[in-house]
Structures are given as C-alpha cells and as structure tokens.
C-alpha cells in the first residue's frame, strides 16, 4: 500500500523595513487565504528601515533569497497618495529593481501607502474591538499621510494604551481579510498586491460571497 507523500512546502520569502511590525504583520493577515503548501518566512531580518539601502542587505539578500521561490519586499512610501506614486515613479521603485535583480527576478512588491497602518485603518471595526474603542473612519486609507499617529490618536484613551508598532502582528492576526481587500484598494493598495499573490498561486479566496 503506497504512503501519501507529504506536499513540498513552497517557500515564500518576507522582506521588511521590521521583521516583527511589517513582515510578521503581513504574513498574519496572507496566511487567512494562503494555499495550503505556501510557507511564508521573514528574511533579512535583523535589518531594519534605512539598513535595507545598505550594501549589507543586497549581499545579505542575494544569499538569502535562493532558497525561495518568491520574496515579497514591503517598503513604507512615507507620503499619502499622489499623482508621483500613481505613476509608477515612487524613489522606492528603483530601489526594488535592485532587489529584484539581485533575487534573480523573484521579486513581488508591495509599496505600503503611506504605512502599513493604513490597512488597519480599512478594517476600523477589528481596531475598535482590539482597543475597546468607538473610533469612526470611512475614507480611503491611502490617502491618509500618517495612518500610525491617527491609530494613536483613535486609541489614546484605550485601556490598552494608544497603539504601537509591537501591536501590529497580532493586530493584523485578527483583521478580516475581505474587508482590507474591499477598502484598501486601487492603485498600489492592498487589493491590487493580493491580486497578484492570487495570479501566481500563493492566495486563494473569492470575494463575490
């Protein structure tokens, strides 16, 4: 009688400017409609913000990204939506080319506009909930140009304390995956990223129901 032999995990590697509030946060909320042999690892990760521009990391990431089918590279656009970004000219583009080609073109990016608090920012309720807050917001995260300091500010009086960046991963663990999709969405947004993630085989989940 023939052994089912255990399915070979794919290996999606993490890049971002902190490996516990942006990769690990990320990996949270892919992991609700990943595909079962997807395994998502955080790479590079004791470098941290600026140290990602540093010779350090290319050579780190050259070595690093061979064991992986795919890494996806999170960066900050430190600026709200604008026409410069809508046209694909944001200064971190070039700096992902570079990645890119050092990662033998397995490279998938995700430009977080203007942080990565602005996906917490599409699901408000999950934040209320997590902070025992009534906080309303109903616009588009994207053009919010400090999305970290207005979750400080919605959760100033939360028995928890304001918000903080170490908040993010287990934040992100409980956020609904549609909702973000829904409303973090157009050019460069959470929506357009997931798509593509969905195109390559490493999401599965269908947001007509």
Sequence with gaps: MKQNKKKTKIKIGVVGENSMNDSEALIALLRKTALEDIDFQVITKNLKGGGLDSVKFFK????????????????????????????????????????????????????????MEALILADIETFNHFYGVTAQFSGNPMMIQDPKKKLETFSSKSRKGKYDETHAPDIFEKLEFKTVYARHKGERSFQTFADELKKLNILKFDVSK
């Excluded at 990204?65 to 590279?73: C, E, G």
């Excluded at 944001?90 to 430009?111: C, M, T, Y």
């Design 60 to 115: 780190l990431l050259e070595d690093e990204a061979k064991d992986f089918k795919y890494i996806i590279f999170i960066r900050d656009s430190d600026e709200a939506m604008n026409e410069q970004i809508f046209t694909h000219k944001h200064i971190r583009d070039e700096w992902f080319r570079k990645a890119n080609k050092i990662s033998d073109g397995k490279g998938i990016f995700f430009l977080a506009i203007a942080e």
